[in-house]
């Protein structure tokens, strides 16, 4: 459903980088700062995928490369066998995308915002308000559908950007770090709307750094350490590669293990 190969993404160094005499991190070479060296990732139909992987690993950068919002330098990345890097506007219909910094229009209302992105994917009249009505009620919003955005709070703001981002029923879901800064009543509606997603079959991935959400939710789990994939499978290798059945530290040693290759 989604197979990811060989990705590869750089960043040109700024000339702030370039004037450091000490080099800080082993992927700042060349005049580039090589944020994903070798990214592999796998996810079939109504599985859900954590993507784990330390400050800076490269996840958000990985994400971003699966939304089409960046070009891969080098890689495929197939959703349903067809290549997204070929076809970015076929993907931007296929996927749904959360991104950590997904602006809502502050002047509108949460259901205001949720309504134009559903008209700008071409839904409207009944079958507008079909959709969003459903995910008013799935994700709780029903209580500040009318307040304006820029009055929103942190979880409110969150269940509205997640809203907007599956209003067209994409065939896939990825969420970059979804329930970060939110309450845990919040949190448990976003747990609860990504199940509902893969009891309906729509495979979601999403990057995080709680364990106990991969425990809840996953049956893939993905593991970046500096740009390079060092783990790509099923909950269950994953705790028998990383050698616990404590995912905290199961992940630890998969990276410890990674280090000393
Ligand atoms: N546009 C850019 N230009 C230069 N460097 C970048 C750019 N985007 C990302 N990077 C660098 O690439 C590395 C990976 O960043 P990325 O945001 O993908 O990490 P992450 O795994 O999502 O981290 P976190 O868990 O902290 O969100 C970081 O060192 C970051 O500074």
């Known amino acids: 459903m989604i197979a990811i190969n060989g990705l590869k993404k750089r960043f040109a160094l700024t000339r702030e980088h370039k004037k450091k005499k000490s080099q800080t991190d082993p992927r700042e070479r060349d005049g580039f700062f090589h944020s994903v060296e070798e990214v592999n990732l796998h996810c079939g139909q109504g599985e859900v995928l954590g993507l784990l992987g330390p400050n800076g690993a490269g996840k ?121 800064g939110l309450d845990i009543m919040t949190t448990q509606t976003v747990i609860s709307f990504i199940r509902d997603l893969k009891a309906r079959g729509t495979p979601v991935i999403f990057s995080t750094h709680h364990l106990d959400e991969v425990a809840l939710l996953c049956d893939r789990v993905s593991v970046i350490d500096k740009g390079i994939t060092c783990f790509d499978g099923s909950l269950a290798d994953f705790k028998t590669k990383g050698q616990s059945e404590e995912l905290n530290q199961a992940f630890l040693n998969l990276l410890t293990g990674a280090q000393h290759v």
């Open 60 to 180: 958000t950068t990985t994400l971003r490369m699966l939304s089409t919002a960046l070009t891969p330098d080098a890689g495929t990345i197939l959703v349903d066998g067809q290549d997204i890097v070929k076809k970015p506007v076929v993907a931007r219909k296929a996927i749904g995308f959360l991104s950590g910094s997904t602006g809502l229009y502050g002047r509108l209302t949460a259901k205001e915002n949720v309504e134009y992105f559903a008209r700008l994917h071409g839904l409207k009249g009944k079958a507008l308000k079909a959709k969003c009505d459903e995910l008013f009620q799935r994700l709780e919003m029903e209580t500040f559908l009318d307040k304006r955005a820029e009055h929103l709070s942190t979880g409110m703001k969150q269940k509205t950007n997640i809203a907007r981002a599956v209003v067209h029923s994409p065939k896939v879901v990825v969420l970059d770090e979804p329930t970060t």
